[in-house]
Nanobody, 117 residues
Framework: QVQLVESGGGLVQPGGSLRLSCAAS????????MGWYRQAPGKQRELVAV???????NYADFVKGRFTISRDNAKNTVYLQMNSLNSEDTAVYYC???????????WGQGTQVTVSS
């Protein structure tokens, strides 16, 4: 089993910043990718950003230039630095891990991010 523990969510004003962290533990012999998804009320879960073990990143268009994903392979931890937040970024953010490119994903419990004045 794999456990993913997210942290760093909270309430922030528009234009502010937050940094999310996700630490993976458990049965981890290899990791292909780790990433972040989000789900706003009444909407489907959507990709925010993903990073492979080799450092290749992929971002959703709506966060390009504002969010940065990074990873500490030694700690099996992925980070999401979120800048210039706006109300549309309000959502539950979920950490995602894949051991292999085509394997099922593991999910964290989610962390709430609320952008409001």
């Amino acid at each position: 089993q794999v456990q993913l523990v997210e942290s760093g969510g909270g309430l922030v004003q528009p234009g502010g910043s937050l940094r999310l962290s996700c630490a993976a533990s458990g049965s981890i012999s290899s990791i292909y990718s780790m990433g972040w998804y989000r789900q706003a009320p009444g909407k489907q879960r959507e990709l925010v950003a993903v990073i492979t073990s080799g450092g290749i990143t992929n971002y959703a268009d709506f966060v390009k230039g504002r969010f940065t994903i990074s990873r500490d392979n030694a700690k099996n931890t992925v980070y999401l630095q979120m800048n210039s937040l706006n109300s549309e970024d309000t959502a539950v953010y979920y950490c995602n891990l894949k051991k292999l490119r085509l394997s099922p994903a593991y999910w964290g419990q989610g962390t709430q991010v609320t952008v409001s004045s």
